[in-house]
């Protein structure tokens, strides 16, 4: 079976959602099914980083992988997962960014689960691009692509098994990575790619992992 790009990266983006999440039980119960996921679409680059990440998740115990998490993402800003802090830090316009972010989920006809956190949360984001609206979606991870690869960029100074799992996230999209942190500033400074990648209409069938974000009718979480 011919799998197109397009559904490949929602597949990543879906696990990458997972992968990026505090660590607990019931991420270690999705490992495998998220390993089988990987598996179907094949050994591509994103695959191939993303799978690195789920083996050292299925081999480190939770607790230490529960310390790790706090001391890359929890405890350095410089490491935040909240993407408009990349672009606004703790200014005024950010409070409008998060705003927008709201928007483009209400405009897509879901419910959104926030969990407690920012509307820009990254693995949002990304799950939202997986099974909400892959087409708009896509468009706001090109549109944050600079704050994506000085993220990725940070984990990888930091030496974190969390890099693979960013590159893997910018691997879907259109464009080679900048190879250190001049180049993803010239990233910013240059705006997103705009050239179509084709995605395909969504359809749920075509993604085996399971959704946690519902559409309105099976809503179980408050709207954004």
């Not at 690195?52 to 480190?60: I, L, Q």
Request: aromatic share 8%; net charge negative.
């Amino acid at each position: 079976m011919i799998i197109s790009a397009a559904r490949r990266h929602r597949v990543v983006r879906q696990a990458a959602s997972w992968c990026l999440g505090y660590p607990d039980e019931p991420l270690l119960d999705r490992l495998p099914l998220i390993a089988d996921a990987l598996a179907e679409q094949g050994s591509g680059a994103p695959t191939v980083a993303l799978q690195t990440f789920v083996d050292h998740a299925t081999t480190t115990p939770l607790p230490a992988q529960q310390r790790h998490y706090v001391d890359v993402f929890d405890n350095n800003r410089r490491r935040s997962l909240y993407l408009s802090y990349w672009t606004d830090g703790d200014t005024r316009r950010r409070g409008e960014t998060l705003t927008e972010f709201k928007q483009h989920y209400r405009a897509s006809g879901q419910l959104v689960d926030l969990h407690g956190e920012l509307p820009d949360y990254l693995p949002l984001v990304l799950e939202y691009a997986a099974r909400v609206d892959p087409d708009d979606g896509e468009q706001l991870l090109r549109q944050y692509r600079p704050a994506l690869e000085v993220l990725r960029l940070a984990l990888a100074d930091f030496g974190t098994p969390y890099e693979h799992v960013l590159t893997a996230v910018c691997v879907t999209l259109p464009g080679d990575s900048p190879k250190d942190l001049a180049e993803a500033k010239r990233l910013a400074a240059s705006g997103p790619p705009t050239e179509s990648v084709g995605l395909e209409p969504y359809d749920p069938r075509l993604l085996p992992l399971q959704p946690v974000i519902h559409a309105p009718t099976h809503a179980v979480g408050r709207p954004g």
